[in-house]
């Protein structure tokens, strides 16, 4: 059973910091796109970023570009996005994700086969 857990989330002040991780269990996914995306309370679940399986080929949505870092760790079969210079329209629920048919970078939901539960990132004034 593939399952994909994000961790990381929580509180924290504009201009801060987290670090978000999402550990896959029951398969590898070093030769497998992975993605984040977030959905904010009302509104459409939306792209963050994402890289191809060796993480070389990395896309960031604008809004998150020069403040988030997506990265892999293979051995640990991890990713983790860094989120610096929070602001609050960062606020949102985080999600990891992962293609099972795709090794190259994709910004679409629909091209993504595995979802984590998601963590909750809020950030205050």
């Known amino acids: 059973q593939v399952q994909l857990v994000e961790s990381g989330g929580g509180l924290v002040q504009a201009g801060g910091s987290l670090r978000l991780s999402c550990a896959a269990s029951g398969r590898t996914f070093s030769s497998n796109a992975m993605g984040w995306f977030r959905q904010a309370p009302g509104k459409e679940r939306e792209f963050v970023s994402a890289?191809?399986?060796?993480?070389?080929?990395?896309v960031y949505a604008d809004s998150v570009k020069g403040r988030f870092t997506m990265s892999r760790d293979n051995a640990k079969n991890t990713v983790y996005l860094q989120m610096n210079s929070l602001k609050p329209e960062d606020t949102a629920i985080y999600y990891c994700a992962a293609s099972q048919r795709s090794s190259s970078v994709q910004i679409r939901a629909e091209m993504y086969d595995y979802w984590g539960q998601g963590t909750q990132v809020t950030v205050a004034l």
């Open positions: 890289f191809n399986w060796s993480g070389r080929s990395i």
